[in-house]
């Protein structure tokens, strides 16, 4: 099971967000986290706790491993606010967070 | 990459609905390829994670014994077949293709299908 926090981060463009993941067992570095906003589809953007997909911008990073993963957008974009889900894939069935919202202060 | 799903609509609690998802771009038979739906206002869940020759199947425990996932590789196309339909399992199903080494990431996705189920 994954639980994300915050469930909602309201912040402003130009401002960090830290959002967080956590495993109730070690997933080891099998997650990935996902962004996806209104009436679009998922995208993904990390694998591998730390891998930035392909396309994706440097102001944004993950980082982590076992039980403890962080999203991290280093000044937020208007395009960046969305919801945005970790998943893991260490065993069947994968699972995917419950969300964490990042919406505009 | 493109994948465009179809085959979406209302049906009533008890009956059946076929899911497609044709896809273009890359080589379908070398990948693995899922299905995961998110309900209204929801989250996301797995459906279905299917080898690229289709013979290893995973499915969620909410779908198992009532959807079955298959794949043409002649025809670059995935499928869900879904029966004995129950008013939880309305939602946007989304097919995707798996990240290069990266077994169980999806690194595209199609724009969705809307499957109702409701009296």
């Known amino acids: 099971v994954l639980t994300q926090s915050p469930a909602t981060l309201s912040l402003s463009p130009g401002e960090r967000a830290t959002l967080s993941c956590r495993a109730g067992?070690?997933?080891?570095?099998?997650v990935a986290w996902y962004q996806q906003k209104p009436g679009q589809a998922p995208r993904l953007l990390f694998y591998?706790?730390?891998k930035r997909a392909a396309g994706i911008p440097a102001r944004f990073s993950a980082s982590g491993s076992g039980t403890d993963f962080t999203l991290t957008i280093s000044s937020l974009g208007p395009e960046d606010f969305a919801v945005y889900y970790c998943?893991?894939?260490?065993?069947?069935?994968?699972?995917f967070g419950p969300g964490t919202t990042v919406d505009m202060k | 990459v493109q994948l465009v799903e179809s085959g979406g609509g209302l049906v009533k609690p008890g009956e059946s609905l076929r899911l497609s998802c044709a896809t273009s771009?890359?080589?379908?038979?070398?990948?693995?390829m899922g299905w995961v739906r998110q309900a209204p206002g929801k989250g996301l869940e797995w459906v279905s994670y299917?080898?690229?020759?289709?013979?290893?199947?995973d499915y969620a425990d909410s779908v198992k014994g009532r959807f079955t996932t298959s794949r043409d590789n002649t025809k670059n196309s995935l499928f869900l077949q879904m029966t004995n339909l129950r008013v939880e399992d309305t939602a946007i199903y989304y097919c995707?293709?798996?990240?290069?080494?990266?077994?169980?990431?999806?690194?595209?996705w199609g724009q969705g299908t809307m499957v109702t189920v409701s009296s």
């Open positions: 995707a293709k798996e990240a290069p080494r990266a077994y169980g990431d999806l690194e595209s």
């Open positions: 771009g890359f080589t379908f038979s070398g990948h693995y």
């Open positions: 299917i080898s690229q020759s289709g013979l290893n199947i």
């Open positions: 067992h070690s997933v080891g570095t099998f």
């Open positions: 591998d706790a730390s």
């Open positions: 998943h893991e894939r260490i065993n069947w069935p994968f699972t």
